[in-house]
């Protein structure tokens, strides 16, 4: 669905002399991931409307998507399995938030996930490998999401409950996808 919608607009910039034939592969893809993108945005706030915890999956998201996008790990075979698995994944988070209450799992969950982090980061896909220079780049941006998000943590849970839940959540979510990736990869090693 998204693939053909992508594929109009492109065309359509296209014959509007927008874009140029040569460019026509980067707008296609970034038009479709865009509409991903969309769609997992909107349906991550509907779950979290439907969930009572609206600002929790607001703030789950924007500490996930910037940790997810340089640390890596497990990505699904196609668009629609990560599509559900991604819904799947942000309802056990927001389902965790909203009946777990003690703190001191919510540190555990924060130190696993950030030892596992560290240890890991990043990890490639066999769709998605990076070479050298990448997993350099890659693993110093993952390490500063990582430490940015922590001292967050560290300033703001005091005061502000729903960060104290969420930040833990996503490192720990994050280090599962981690080391799932990792087993991936050795699958086809």
């Known amino acids: 669905m998204f693939a053909k919608i992508a594929e109009r ?8 002399n927008v874009i140029i034939h040569e460019k026509r592969e980067l707008y296609r893809y970034g038009f479709q991931n865009g509409l991903i993108l969309t769609l997992n945005f909107l349906t991550s706030i509907i779950v ?5 915890e609206v ?12 940790l997810r996008s340089y ?21 056990e988070m927001l389902l965790f938030i909203g009946y777990v209450d003690l703190s001191i799992i919510y540190i555990i969950l924060l130190l696993v996930g950030m030892v ?5 980061a990043p ?9 050298r220079d990448e997993i350099s780049v890659f693993k110093k941006r993952a390490y500063l999401i990582l430490s940015i998000e922590f001292f967050i943590w560290l300033a703001v ?9 969420t930040i833990p959540i ?18 086809y090693s």
């Open 116 to 120: 596992v982090c560290f240890a890991f």
């Open 157 to 165: 849970s005091v005061i502000f409950q729903p960060i104290e839940k």
């Open 9 to 16: 607009l492109t065309q359509q910039l296209e014959n509007e």
């Open 48 to 52: 979290g409307v439907a969930l009572g």
């Open 170 to 187: 996503v490192m720990f979510t994050e280090s599962l996808m981690l080391v799932i990736g990792k087993l991936k990869l050795s699958k």
């Open 123 to 131: 990890v490639e896909d066999k769709n998605k490998p990076l070479d």
């Open 55 to 66: 600002l929790s999956s607001i703030l789950l998201l924007a500490a996930y998507i910037p």
């Open 71 to 91: 640390a890596g790990g497990y990505h699904a075979s196609t668009p629609r399995r990560c599509y559900f698995i991604s819904i799947v994944i942000i309802m």
